[in-house]
């Protein structure tokens, strides 16, 4: 076995596709985009860069034929609460079913990033946001939402053999469009919708300044300091709402408020990876035409959430129904009489929710969901006498 640092375009191109070729096979895969990878660790677009560096990794067998890969990553931004040591990241882990190669990919992380002063490694997390290519599949098996980590059963195996230990789990919830809420959310929504001072409203496109605005104020309040989270802008936001907009679905976008400041929000985006599955991870001018073609044709049953919250002062309140039961009104296309006429989608998923936010856990299953799928995101002590492994948060 050989490893090979990725500094050339060769090599970079390489480390992009060990991914296809070790998981191709698995019916259930879903290729991600090849830009969507370059991006995380190109220095001109990826804002880690600006507090953190990155070295990447391919591993080759005796016949030069790719079997593995790894990134390391130091990021003086990246803390969880009651870390009280210097820990790295690793990610964007592929290897064949072979826990001699696993070992050097992981052995090569770890020193890279004692020379970096770490104590511990976290893995396999991406060198940026939590809401892309974080934690390990290990439950639910089934073809991922866009943005979502997918990997074979065996890699769980191969890094709890190297010694690594769950550090927290997130869990994602599903469920069916087409089956009716459950009745104590309608009589919640009720005892809010009685007071005219609350009111709901979809995004609008030609309104995007206000609801980035809206959305900065709700995230900070309800998600700001927690799990290592840091406070977003409303211009990061407005950013992230503008690059949304090609693929943006009004209806199912909702804010929430109280006296016209926002309280809640529930965004949510059609599943991108029903589309991007037919791309082959590529997407340039070619099939960017053929993507266009793809959203006219052939329709999007499932749509992901992004971000649910409550701001802390109306939790526990009422306001989770309320903007939900509004939501679905749109969404499920309910009628008069309360029954379910035609929904906008059929599946619902959403993004991961960790298993140090209870609050949230409660209401993802209040929804009448099941549990989708489990990843988990992995710690690494390189020193355990030392510093014995932090507790779950």
Not at 352 to 375: C, D, H, Q
Request: hydrophobic share 40%.
């Amino acid at each position: 076995m050989r490893l090979v640092e990725v500094n050339t375009p060769d090599t970079a191109r390489q480390f992009i596709q060990v991914n296809y070729l070790l998981q191709k096979d698995d019916p259930n895969y879903i290729r991600p985009l090849n830009k969507d990878i370059a991006t995380v660790f190109d220095p001109q677009k990826n804002k880690a860069f600006r507090h953190g560096e990155v070295a990447r990794w391919i591993l080759k067998d005796n016949n030069n034929k790719l079997i593995g890969r790894i990134a390391a990553f130091v990021n003086s931004r990246y803390k969880n609460k009651g870390d009280t040591i210097p820990v790295g990241g690793m990610g964007f882990f592929e290897c064949i079913n072979n826990q001699q190669a696993a070992n050097l990919l992981l052995d090569t992380a770890k020193t890279w990033l004692q020379q970096k002063g770490m104590e511990a490694m976290d893995g396999p997390i991406n060198f940026g946001e939590r809401d892309r290519w974080w934690g390990l599949l290990t439950e639910g098996f089934t073809p991922p939402v866009y943005g979502l980590n997918y990997n074979p059963p065996y890699y769980q195996q191969l890094l709890e053999n190297y010694g690594f230990k769950s550090f927290f789990n997130q869990v994602c919830f599903a469920l069916d469009v087409r089956k009716p809420l459950q009745e104590k959310f309608f009589s919640r929504h009720a005892a809010i919708a009685a007071d005219e001072n609350f009111s709901a409203s979809p995004i609008q496109r030609n309104n995007i300044e206000k609801f980035a605005a809206d959305f900065a104020k709700v995230y900070n309040k309800a998600w700001a300091g927690h799990g290592g989270i840091k406070q977003l802008d409303e211009a990061v936001v407005l950013n992230m709402f503008n690059a949304m907009k090609p693929v943006l679905d009004e209806r199912i976008c909702w804010f929430a408020y109280y006296k016209n400041e926002p309280i809640a929000i529930w965004i949510n985006l059609p599943d991108l990876n029903q589309w991007f599955k037919y791309l082959d991870g590529r997407f340039g001018l070619w099939q960017k035409l053929y993507f266009l073609w793809i959203k006219r044709t052939r329709p999007n049953k499932k749509f992901t959430g992004l971000v649910f919250g409550v701001v802390p002062e109306f939790q526990g309140k009422g306001v989770d129904a309320y903007i939900i039961v509004e939501g679905s009104k749109v969404i499920q296309d309910i009628q008069t009489n309360g029954s379910i006429g035609k929904p906008v989608y059929n599946e619902y998923e959403m993004q991961w929710i960790g298993e140090f936010n209870p609050k949230m856990i409660s209401v993802a299953e209040s929804l009448g969901t099941y549990r989708s799928r489990k990843l988990v995101t992995y710690r690494y002590m390189f020193d355990t006498t030392t510093h014995p492994m932090h507790p779950t948060l």
